[in-house]
């Protein structure tokens, strides 16, 4: 059974710092692009970063560049998104997502919330 497990979400003041992970599990992880995904309240669901299977290749969202780090340990099956800068905008629900063009699983999500 494939199963994708985010954490590391929480409440941070805007500046702040997060790093979010993502465990896999159920496939071989190494095989496929991965993928961190938002949602915040009333929009649509955003790429925010995307990682090749080998972790060579790499893909953010504009609002992103500079401030998050996408990155992945095939040894332990894990996806990581290091998050920088935050800024209040970034409040979301982060999911991670299996798939380079379409995703066939996702995670359950982790809550960002960045708030004075």
């Known amino acids: 059974e494939v199963q994708l497990v985010e954490s590391g979400g929480d409440m941070v003041q805007p500046g702040g710092s997060l790093r979010l992970s993502c465990a896999a599990s159920?496939?071989?992880?190494?095989?496929?692009?991965m993928n961190w995904v938002r949602q915040a309240p009333g929009k649509e669901r955003e790429l925010v970063a995307r990682?090749?299977?080998?972790?060579?290749?790499?893909y953010y969202t504009d609002s992103v560049k500079g401030r998050f780090t996408i990155s992945r340990d095939n040894a332990k099956n894990t996806l990581y998104l290091q998050m920088n800068s935050l800024k209040p905008e970034d409040t979301a629900l982060y999911l991670c997502?299996?798939?380079?063009?379409?995703?066939?699983?996702w995670g359950q999500g982790t809550q960002v919330t960045v708030s004075s």
């Open positions: 990682i090749s299977s080998a972790g060579g290749t790499t």
């Open positions: 159920g496939f071989t992880f190494s095989a496929y692009y």
């Open positions: 997502a299996r798939g380079r063009f379409k995703y066939d699983y």
